[in-house]
């Protein structure tokens, strides 16, 4: 394998592992505000079915400007 296939190799290893830290972390902070949100109202599921889509819009709004941002544009 020649310096720039391993280069590429290594780019987008970095871009995938990325976009998965970035949606599921997304995913884990909408999850637990949502529950603890059931919680403090006793609304559970509601809440944290919200924090789930909203941290899944949030993550792919997330990973969309990145892509923009660095792929696209520049």
Sequence with gaps: ???KEKRQLLSAITFVSSVGA???SNLAVGYF???W???KFESFPTA???GIV???ITGI???YKWIVRD???G
Aim: charged share 15%; hydrophobic share 50%; glycine share 12%.
């Design 48 to 50: 944290t079915m919200v």
């Design 33 to 35: 505000i949502g529950k």
């Design 1 to 3: 394998m020649q310096d």
């Design 22 to 24: 970035t949606l599921i």
């Design 54 to 56: 909203v941290g899944m």
């Design 37 to 39: 949100l059931d919680g």
């Design 71 to 73: 792929y696209i544009k």
């Design 61 to 63: 709004w997330s990973i």
